[in-house]
């Protein structure tokens, strides 16, 4: 698995990731000004490993 970064069509930053087969499973769902803060959003996420998950 592995995060990519790129600016969409309106020079945001975003990111997603990728699993080993080369397809899209998370993406940023939003886009950054500035590239410190897409960075800073990844590093939520792979900082969420143990939020527990709540079925409703």
């Known amino acids: 698995m592995a995060y990519h970064?790129?600016?969409d069509s309106v020079g945001h930053w975003r990111?997603?990731?990728s699993a080993g087969?080369?397809?899209k499973i998370a993406n940023s769902g939003e886009g950054y000004f500035n590239k410190s803060d897409?960075?800073?959003a990844?590093?939520?996420v792979?900082?969420?490993g143990?939020?527990?998950v709540?079925?409703?």
């Open 5 to 7: 970064i790129y600016k």
């Open 50 to 52: 143990a939020t527990p």
């Open 21 to 23: 087969n080369n397809r």
């Open 15 to 17: 990111w997603y990731l």
């Open 38 to 40: 897409c960075l800073a």
């Open 46 to 48: 792979k900082g969420s």
């Open 54 to 56: 709540y079925e409703t």
């Open 42 to 44: 990844i590093n939520l």
